[in-house]
């Protein structure tokens, strides 16, 4: 499940993933994203994972095919949470998001709020 969080503003959309996410939730995710991104042409999102989040596969795959196909309309990402194999898995995919003109980083929860300032400016 999610819930978009309060701060999320203009052409920055914050989410909150805890439990399970399934198709349908990741359809309503990228829809709400796509909605921004016609109105802003370019956008930031801010996810922060809980530590039991799991992802069906039909959602997963959605969800890299979405991000693949919507690259040149993202500006920032920002990942939080306190998994280290996240936090490495950030850093390595941060090499590839510079070369396709976005911004990836990784804060550990405790961070959270540094994480907002550094998605909204």
Do not use: C
């Not at 349908?24 to 042409?41: V, Y």
């Amino acid at each position: 499940m999610y819930k978009i969080l309060p701060r999320s503003n203009g052409p920055v959309l914050g989410v909150e993933i805890s439990g399970k996410l399934d198709i349908g939730q990741e359809n309503e995710l990228t829809g709400k994203a796509e909605k921004l991104i016609a109105e802003h042409e370019k956008i930031s999102i801010l996810v922060v994972l809980g530590d039991q989040v799991s992802v069906s596969f039909e959602a997963a795959a959605s969800d890299i095919k979405w991000m693949l196909t919507h690259m040149r309309h993202l500006r920032k990402v920002a990942i939080v949470a306190d998994s280290k194999f996240l936090q490495a898995l950030v850093s390595v995919d941060a090499f590839f998001a510079k070369a396709a003109g976005i911004e990836e980083m990784h804060y550990s929860t405790d961070e959270i709020e540094t994480a907002w300032h550094w998605i909204e400016s």
